[in-house]
C-alpha cells in the first residue's frame, strides 16, 4: 500500500483550484492535470508500507493531532518548480504557525513509531498540474485568497482505480475542537 499523510480540501475549495488550474492551462502547449477530487496539501509522503507500517503510520497520526486545535489557513499565489525539462505548477498555502506545528508534531510521532517518511524540506502547496510544457514561465494568474479551515488530516492510499490515480482516506484523524464547552 503505498501512503500519505495529507489536508483534505472541501469541495468549494477544489472548485475554485480547478477554476484557476483552468486559467492556467491557456499558458501551457502540455500538461496532465490533477483531478480536482485528488487536490489536497501533503504533509508527509510516506510510500510503501506493509499492514505493520500502515497500522504504525495511523498510531503516530492519533496521536499527533492530540495536542493540536483545529485552525485556518489560506491560499496563496500560483507557483511552480522544474522536474527534468518540464514544470510542476501549484497553488502555495499559508505556512502558518500552526501549520508548522502539525507538520512537525507529525514527523515527531513518525520518527518516534519507527516509520520511514521521506525527508525533505516543507513546503505546503496543492498540486493542479504535472509534466507541464509552458508557453511562458511565470503566467499572471490570480488565485485569489480562499480559507481553508484544517478540521482533521488523513492517511490516504494512492492506488488506480481503472488506470486513474486515485487519493482515498483510510484513516482521519480530527484535531482538537478549539471551542470551550
Not at 502539525?102 to 513518525?110: D, H, K, T
Amino acid at each position: 500500500m503505498r501512503i500519505f499523510i495529507a489536508i483534505r480540501l472541501n469541495n468549494h475549495i477544489k472548485s475554485h483550484l480547478n477554476g484557476m488550474a483552468k486559467q492556467l492551462s491557456q499558458h501551457f502547449s502540455k500538461a496532465r492535470f490533477t483531478s480536482p477530487e485528488n487536490y489536497h496539501i501533503t504533509l508527509k509522503f510516506i510510500g510503501e508500507v506493509d499492514r505493520t507500517g500502515f497500522n504504525k503510520t495511523v498510531q503516530a497520526v492519533k496521536k499527533a493531532v492530540r495536542e493540536i486545535d483545529r485552525f485556518s489557513i489560506s491560499t496563496r499565489e500560483p507557483g511552480s518548480f522544474k522536474k527534468g525539462n518540464k514544470r510542476i505548477f501549484y497553488c502555495s498555502v499559508e505556512n502558518s504557525t500552526e501549520l508548522r506545528n502539525l507538520y512537525e508534531s507529525v514527523c515527531s510521532q513518525l520518527e518516534e513509531a519507527g516509520v520511514e517518511s521521506n525527508p525533505g524540506k516543507f513546503n505546503p502547496h496543492i498540486t493542479l498540474a504535472r509534466e507541464v510544457i509552458v508557453n511562458e514561465i511565470n503566467p499572471r494568474t490570480d488565485f485569489g485568497k480562499k480559507i481553508i479551515k484544517v478540521e482533521a488530516i488523513s492517511v490516504m492510499e494512492s492506488t488506480r482505480v481503472n488506470k486513474k490515480l486515485t487519493y482515498i482516506p483510510q484513516y482521519i484523524a480530527k484535531l482538537r475542537s478549539n471551542h470551550n464547552g
